[in-house]
């Protein structure tokens, strides 16, 4: 398995805003966060090196309330290390997927979401079986040309 490698795009900390909040606050830095999903409330701490940030860099009510984006244009989760279950449990891409010259040709969303502009990779897709496992998900793509690598 490869390693999974965050670009810091920070879509899944935008969508997942909606369901984050702060509940309380013991200090400008620490704070009591609410996940609205599960239930779990949990104190969580800006970290250090990156109160600065916190406090300054940019942010949208729609976000997470916890997401910055820094003046390069990446995002970054100010209470990385005590960050919510849900968010230490996130996997946007479970599996990679190139096409015959090694080129990405798509990515595996959560279990079984397809996200490719490759139509031949998207026409193989279809005709695998719902139920079917990573090995013989794999298989068939091998034997269309295509190499799947599961992201750990
Ligand atoms: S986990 Fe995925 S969606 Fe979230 S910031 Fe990293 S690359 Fe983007
Ligand atoms: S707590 Fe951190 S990892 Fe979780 S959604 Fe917010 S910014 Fe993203």
């Known amino acids: 398995m490869a390693p999974f490698a965050c670009t810091r795009c920070g879509?899944?900390?935008i969508s997942l805003g909606r369901h984050i909040?702060?509940?309380g606050s013991l200090s400008t830095?620490?704070?009591?966060c609410r996940v609205a999903v599960s239930g779990e409330l949990l104190p969580v701490s800006v970290q250090p090196e990156l109160r600065e940030l916190?406090?300054?860099g940019d942010q949208d009510p729609a976000w997470c309330p916890f997401l910055r984006k820094d003046a390069a244009g990446l995002f970054t989760c100010t209470i990385y290390q005590t960050r919510p279950r849900i968010c230490r449990e996130f996997r946007?891409?479970?599996?990679?997927?190139?096409?015959?010259?090694g080129r990405e040709a798509g990515y595996v969303k959560g279990r079984r979401t397809?996200?490719?502009g490759d139509a031949g990779l998207e026409?193989?897709?279809q005709k695998i079986p719902s139920g079917a496992d990573d090995t013989s998900l794999k298989g068939i793509l091998r034997n269309?040309?295509?190499?799947?690598?599961?992201?750990d």
Not at 29 to 32: D, E, F
Not at 144 to 151: D, F, I, N, Q
């Open 123 to 125: 026409d193989v897709w």
């Open 54 to 56: 916190f406090a300054s």
């Open 29 to 32: 830095v620490q704070y009591y």
């Open 114 to 116: 397809l996200v490719s």
């Open 92 to 101: 946007c891409r479970t599996m990679i997927i190139y096409d015959q010259s």
């Open 21 to 23: 909040r702060i509940e």
């Open 144 to 151: 269309h040309g295509y190499r799947a690598e599961s992201l």
């Open 11 to 13: 879509k899944c900390c």
